[in-house]
């Protein structure tokens, strides 16, 4: 449990950091601040992900796992790719991507340890 904990509060920093990000880029502000930010954030969830391996052994949540993680590689690669708001559609739907792939591992956690969804 304290895992499912872990994993889900190490999240909202990384959702702020994207929020923060694609704020920046559509008020035409200095993004790259906050773009560096994100990176590291990215790099933040890789590393927790990767701790739950350790700790839940189901198939599930393994495939769950390397699917974030997927998504996460494919999200650093382009996150400097916008550079304001008329072009943030890539951006957007990568980000929309890991955003399914960690709802759908947190599921599988809360499921392979039992918890009520």
Do not use: C
């Amino acid at each position: 449990m304290e895992q499912i904990v872990r994993f889900t509060t190490s999240t909202d920093t990384f959702l702020a950091s994207a929020n923060g990000y694609i704020t920046a880029l559509a008020y035409n502000k200095d993004a790259k601040p906050l773009q560096e930010q994100l990176g590291a954030e990215v790099n933040k969830q890789f590393a927790e992900s990767e701790k739950l391996k350790v700790f839940f052994s189901s198939p599930d949540v393994a495939r769950s796992v390397a699917r974030y993680q997927d998504d996460l590689i494919n999200f650093h690669r382009i996150i400097g790719t916008s550079k304001d708001a008329t072009s943030i559609g890539i951006w957007t739907a990568q980000f929309g991507k890991v955003n399914d792939a960690r709802i759908e591992l947190t599921e599988q956690l809360k499921k392979s340890a039992g918890v009520a969804l």
